[in-house]
């Protein structure tokens, strides 16, 4: 199976980022986390990126606050799909993360889930996986079916409560 790389543009992203890594454990998919940033070690970013694909990734990561630019920089070097993760910040809550992934020029596009919208990320990248191999797309229709379970049991416990 091929890895997910999980990267952040800083350190203080991690306990956003936590839970892609939480998701993909779930679902047994090998990764590997870096701090990489786009602006301070583009070098970094561009060798990372031009050599992912031969490194055994499939899909890559990218979540990085503010200018945001991780997600495109590593889209422009590589053919794999990049999945963006807007991390939220005190200065607009996240709004100024989100348009800076979610615009990209045509011919590079990157993915993007919600504002510190990580776990999605995470689901995202192991459905882009599963894409031909069954026992992960067994995995994720258990996930999805313990999701519905988990939902019916909230509603009849709500039910009993409120509607007597």
Known sequence: MKKVAVIMGSDSDLPVMQEAVDK??????PYEVRVISAHRTPAAAEQFASHAAENGFGVLIAGAGKAAHLGGVLAAYTTLPVIGVPI??????GLDSLLSIVQMPSGIPVATVGVNGAANAGILAAQMLAV?????TAKLASFKE??????AEKDAKVCAQMNQ
């Open 24 to 29: 993909l454990k779930l679902f047994g998919i």
């Open 132 to 136: 031909g191999d069954e026992a992960l």
């Open 88 to 93: 939220k910040t005190s200065m607009m809550g």
């Open 146 to 151: 313990e999701m519905a379970r988990s939902v």
